[in-house]
């Protein structure tokens, strides 16, 4: 049996000399799933991406030794061209935003074969090439931008399969679709796989060797202080009449003539499988998608589709976190600074004054003060979709449109930043709407509203 991949004593610093990773040994021989878990930040992506030779700017290596069937790779993109498909935790950054789905799969493959191919891919991960093939990045829900990076990286048969956080936006069919993918690769005598998850009971039964960074941690505690108290007898924050959203716009409706209303205080969870509305409808109430027909207020006051055209309550009223941190956060401005503009354009406090709340905003979705100083790339997915949580509550919204708040996080985590979320409710009266996949989060909502891509889409009651 050829050696495989072997890293030996891998060990990663920033440029202050803060060790990130401290001599790490690492070995996946051919037929092997290898998987590396443990609490957000800890460093798993940041191990991930020292193997792949392609550590974010303010990282190096500065120790170790990676080997590919017993030779040092020397040149690590000519490697990754050759034998690695890599999958990434923001999979919607890396499409290209003018490629459609059947381009990005087939920009891998050798030209003459790339259409019959790429399309073979797509099938394999789920997607109906008819229907999202000629699709651009942004016309994809997340779970599909997913699949699309995943057909990409499969594409090629590759002898080395890398997967970051490759389940956090999918559903549970388009889930077991993914973990089959794996599996298939598992015993037959070439392929290997490294994957990340902070998911401990997924890669446990997926995996032959499982890498645990960091310490255990201990189940996340519910705060006892009661349940939030919904306020009915208030006015509604936000209400939507006959609203119909297509996607892409202008095409087949995804929502149609839905009715909708949130009060304050209120968690209304928008569950449904991958592609059937859920981040559309976010984007719309945002701003950033147009509606087909229908109408909306905030606050009592009408709602403009196109945010250029709402006034600077409104602007302030409604905040997205959406499903790509990454592609949120200003990659060239620090995450002190990425808090600091709007506690200073919609709140209009000092320079001094929004950096000391920048700070306390940190601690609340549980990082450290000195991460401000730090760069979005220099973060793991967990950190960065926290940093995104506390710049859209920097404005001090009275609604929150929260997509996959938890997916990139881990169960401890999650638990936390969901706490932060109902003692938000209980005390400021901050209304949430938010789509997702996972149980937890909709298990604490007031109401759960389910999308299809049959029936009309009305909030239905959970108690």
Known sequence: MRPGLTVRGL????????????????????????????????????????????????LILSAGRIEWHGTPVRAPRR?????????????ASALHPL??????????????????????????????????????????????????????????????LV???????????????????????RGDGR??????????????????????????????????????????????????????????????????G???????????????????????????????????????SVLGDPLPWAVGERTPAALRALSLVGQNPLDALNPSRTVGAALCRPLRTLRGLTRPAARAEANHLLAKV????DLARRYPGALSGGQRQRVALARALAGGPAILLADEITSALDTVTAGQVLDLLDELRRETGLAVLAATHDQALAARADRVLHLSSHDRRQPVDIH
């Open 79 to 91: 490697w990754r061209r050759r034998h690695v498909g890599f999958l990434g935790q923001d999979p």
């Open 163 to 185: 997967l970051d956080e490759p389940t956090s936006a999918l559903d549970a069919d388009a889930l077991a679709t993914a973990l089959e993918l794996v599996r298939r690769r």
């Open 366 to 369: 549980g990082l450290p003060a």
């Open 11 to 58: 060990s990663v610093a920033d440029r202050a000399g803060r060790v990130i990773v401290d001599g790490l040994d690492l070995r996946i021989v051919p037929g092997q799933v290898v998987a590396l878990t443990g609490p957000s930040g800890v460093g798993k992506t940041t191990v991930l991406r020292a193997v792949l030779g392609a550590l974010p700017e303010g």
């Open 191 to 256: 392929s290997m796989t490294l994957i990340v998850s902070h998911d401990t009971a997924l890669v446990t039964g997926l995996a032959d060797h499982v890498v645990r960074l960091g310490q255990a941690q201990p189940p996340a505690e519910r705060r006892m202080a009661g349940p939030v108290a919904r306020h009915p007898c208030l006015p509604p924050v936000l209400v939507t009449r006959d609203l119909t959203l297509a996607q892409p716009p202008g095409g087949a409706p995804v929502v149609e």
């Open 99 to 160: 490629l459609d789905a059947r381009s990005a799969v087939g920009e891998t493959l050798p030209r003459a074969a790339r259409g019959h191919r790429a399309e073979r891919a797509l099938t394999a991960v789920g997607l109906n090439p008819a229907e999202l093939a000629a699709r651009l990045p942004h016309q994809l829900s997340g779970g599909q931008a997913q699949r699309v990076a995943l057909a990409r990286a499969l594409a090629v048969d590759p002898e080395l």
């Open 258 to 296: 839905m009715d909708l209303t949130l009060s304050p205080g209120e968690l209304l969870v928008v569950l449904g499988p991958s592609g059937c509305g859920k981040s559309t409808l976010l984007r719309a109430l945002a701003g950033l998608h147009p509606a087909e027909k229908g109408e909306a």
